[in-house]
């Protein structure tokens, strides 16, 4: 077929073709209907996947995942309170480690080497566990009891438990509660019970597992 009769061909049928589509405009091709107005629009990342400053030191700023309520949001809050999330830090109480850990609390759940302790990041993270696991089971009765309620302006719940049994040992955290917040323990540096629970209030720590013999296993 030569050109000519190419364009014979052709050119009748696209005259026709913009002729039909002049006069039975398809709906589909209508611009009209793919506006956007009255659309909730959101062009902001997941909040999950967002940055977000967690604290800003003197020299830097510091930032970390947002992690919200989950475990590992607790476990990383309370460290980066406690160290700043380092785990090859001593404080000037000869406390050790990324979540500050003291010589008694570790022989109880079954470490002896503080020097190994502070070196080891993996130990360190099973000594937290074991702990946890140790504070919920000494108040578990008191978890029971008092979560939910409010006590000294503060909303009980088990992660604020758990992370002032972490500051200042189960025995503090339940004269605290059941003397509905008349004893606040305090330490060294001016934290307290109170201002632990209100702190880490909220968090999941369900994954935590009452044990009264946690240790930590090698």
């Not at 406390?95 to 850990?101: D, E, I, P, V």
């Not at 409010?150 to 992370?163: H, M, N, P, R």
């Amino acid at each position: 077929m030569n050109k000519n009769r190419i364009k014979n061909v052709v050119l009748p049928f696209a005259i026709c073709f913009l002729i039909a589509m002049a006069l039975y405009p398809d709906s589909t091709l209508n611009p009209e209907i793919y506006s956007t107005e009255g659309l909730d629009l959101n062009y902001n990342i997941s909040e999950d996947l967002a940055m977000v400053a967690e604290e800003q030191s003197t020299n830097e700023n510091m930032f970390t995942l947002h992690l919200g309520k989950s475990f590992q949001g607790f476990k990383e809050a309370l460290a980066f309170k406690e160290s700043r999330g380092n785990y090859f830090t001593v404080n000037t109480l000869g406390y050790l480690g990324k979540y500050q850990f003291g010589s008694e609390t570790l022989k109880l759940i079954g470490i002896y080497t503080p020097n190994q302790f502070l070196y080891n990041p993996e130990l360190q993270e099973k000594a937290f566990i074991a702990n946890a696991e140790r504070n919920k089971w000494v108040l578990r009765k008191d978890i029971k009891r008092f979560e939910g309620q409010q006590i000294g302006g503060v909303k009980v719940t088990e992660s604020g438990i758990l992370a002032a049994a972490h500051l200042a040992g189960p025995g503090s955290v339940k004269k605290f509660l059941r003397s509905f917040g008349g004893s606040n323990f305090s330490d060294a540096y001016g934290s307290t019970v109170k201002h632990y629970m209100k702190k880490f209030s909220g968090y999941d720590t369900s994954v935590i597992v009452a044990d009264k013999k946690a240790k930590v296993t090698p």
